[in-house]
């Protein structure tokens, strides 16, 4: 008689196991190949069995190649999710109620992540002359999981010059620039306040709008790469400035993040007279979508 199949802890650690696995096989390397650790362990961490530890999936970055924003934002909401799993779990064993939701500007990104859903999307990429991504103009719109989220999240990263004081963040409409952490290889993690609380209550989803700032020489990775778990619409325009524009360019939409980076399809491939794209990405569920280019070098 074969044996059940094991279910991964969660959907969290099946994520992030698969995201390993695909940098692992996508160097050609074994099991065995991951230095100081064992080939079980491994493969009861790629399989989402067990839970990895920092050092390990650091290792996969480094010697493996897999995305480091992507990888780590996956560890932070493992971890995450867990411990609130483990705490629900502690409360309902003494017969305690979870407290209401709250956070500060100083809880985590997932933390605070986890009192809003993002329904909508809208980005504009502002390029110049040389292919320098000068601006980044986003709106998002919003509603709450909890009473009295006050509070949102952005990220990022200009892979093409990963240095401090490269990226800056302005409020736009609806809110207030709260905190602003930068590490030292220039990865913007920003917490910005809310014009008013939201309610699960409310009638209708609560939009604000911030511009992000980039100070930079370098010419930019020609990718454009969003991630929606469950996002009705995320709409994306880029602007390039002559003589730097696209010499090919194609969307996607796949939801493993390796996939977004084979060869398109002839459908996939775009055109533009005057250097600006745009796209519309309706009902992403974990899904990787945007703009990829060739440059003219």
Known sequence: MSRPSREPLSEEHRFLGTLLRKARLGVGAT????????????????????????????????????DRDIALSAYRTMRSASEARRREQRLARRGVVSPPYSVTAESTYSEIRA?????????????????????????????????????FTARYSYYADPHQGVLSIEAGSGCQVERVNETITGYLS????????????????????????????????PLLRYYGQSVTRHAMRAQFTPPMVPVDAWWFREPDVFDADQVP?????????NGFYFLDFDDLRKE??????????
């Open 31 to 66: 099991t065995r190949d991951v230095a100081y650790f064992s080939s079980g362990h491994i493969s009861n961490v790629e399989n989402g069995h067990v839970t990895p530890s920092h050092e390990l999936v650091q290792h996969y970055i480094d010697e493996f190649d897999c």
């Open 115 to 151: 009192g809003y859903k993002v329904h909508g999307s809208e980005v504009l990429y502002r390029f110049d002359e040389l292919g320098v991504l000068e601006e980044i103009t986003v709106i998002r719109t919003i509603s709450a999981l909890h009473p009295g989220v006050s509070l």
């Open 190 to 221: 920003a917490v910005l306040r809310l014009d008013r609380d939201l309610s699960p209550r409310d009638p209708a989803p609560f939009s604000l709008s911030f511009k992000v700032k980039v100070n930079s020489d370098r010419t930019a990775r």
């Open 265 to 273: 399809r002839r459908d996939q491939m775009m055109q533009s007279r």
């Open 288 to 297: 990787h979508a945007g703009l990829s280019w060739h440059w003219d070098l």
